[in-house]
T-cell receptor
Framework: NAGVMQNPRHLVRRRGQEARLRCSPMKGHSHVYWYRQLPEEGLKFMVYLQKENIIDESGMPKERFSAEFPKEGPSILRIQQVVRGDSAAYFC?????????????FGAGTRLSVL | TQLLEQSPQFLSIQEGENLTVYCNSSSVFSSLQWYRQEPGEGPVLLVTVVTGGEVKKLKRLTFQFGDARKDSSLHITAAQPGDTGLYLCAGAGGSNYKLTFGKGTLLTVNP
């Protein structure tokens, strides 16, 4: 059973470029969550998606950030016009359901470095 | 806003010693999870506690959820170098799916 797969594992971008982070949930999971881990900080919730729907994006910056989880294919976290402050580890998690009893399984993350 | 405070932030001990890590909040959580994260990897779930006062054991690790479901502790007996890592607690509140993470306790067990 494959776990949550994220790619790329490392991504380097120059200021102003776009970053696309991909996440394939565990087999059978239809709930996807994105978290950001800044240096010296805990993981912060960004967005919760189900297939083709954004359920809660309260943790996402209002500008430059977007997320999708299409009917086919991985979930994508997209950051436009990256700035140095976007440098962080971005983790995706997936679960079977959305209640607190449904465990969130995390991927290995994408480390984004903005030069 | 729900916050989880973890203490200590750093802990360096010798192999064979016991230790306790704490996770405290002023908020009530419907469940609390403990994860371990190694450098360059994602958090790996160790345990979920749901009931106030619940105690769970995982080999040399003992997890306790406070009676009021606001705090939790992780106790490791006879620590080993393989226990080295970042220990994170995360609480699920009213929305259930939105985990609130503490900043973690970085544990180093020296041989």
């Amino acid at each position: 059973n494959a776990g949550v797969m994220q790619n790329p594992r490392h991504l380097v971008r120059r200021r102003g470029q776009e970053a696309r982070l991909r996440c394939s949930p565990m087999k059978g999971h239809s709930h996807v969550y994105w978290y950001r881990q800044l240096p010296e900080e805990g993981l912060k919730f960004m967005v919760y998606l189900q297939k083709e729907n954004i359920i809660d994006e309260s943790g996402m910056p209002k500008e430059r950030f977007s997320a999708e989880f299409p009917k086919e294919g991985p979930s994508i976290l997209r950051i436009q016009q990256v700035v140095r402050g976007d440098s962080a580890a971005y983790f995706c998690a997936s679960s079977l359901g959305s209640s607190s009893k449904n465990i969130q399984y995390f991927g290995a993350g994408t480390r984004l470095s903005v030069l | 806003t729900q916050l989880l405070e973890q203490s200590p932030q750093f802990l360096s001990i010798q192999e064979g010693e016991n230790l306790t890590v704490y996770c405290n909040s002023s908020s009530v959580f419907s469940s609390l999870q403990w994860y371990r994260q190694e450098p360059g990897e994602g958090p790996v779930l160790l345990v979920t506690v749901v009931t106030g006062g619940e105690v769970k054991k995982l080999k040399r690790l003992t997890f306790q959820f406070g009676d009021a479901r606001k705090d939790s502790s992780l106790h490791i007996t006879a620590a080993q170098p393989g226990d080295t890592g970042l220990y994170l607690c995360a609480g699920a509140g009213g929305s259930n799916y939105k985990l609130t993470f503490g900043k973690g306790t970085l544990l180093t067990v020296n041989p």
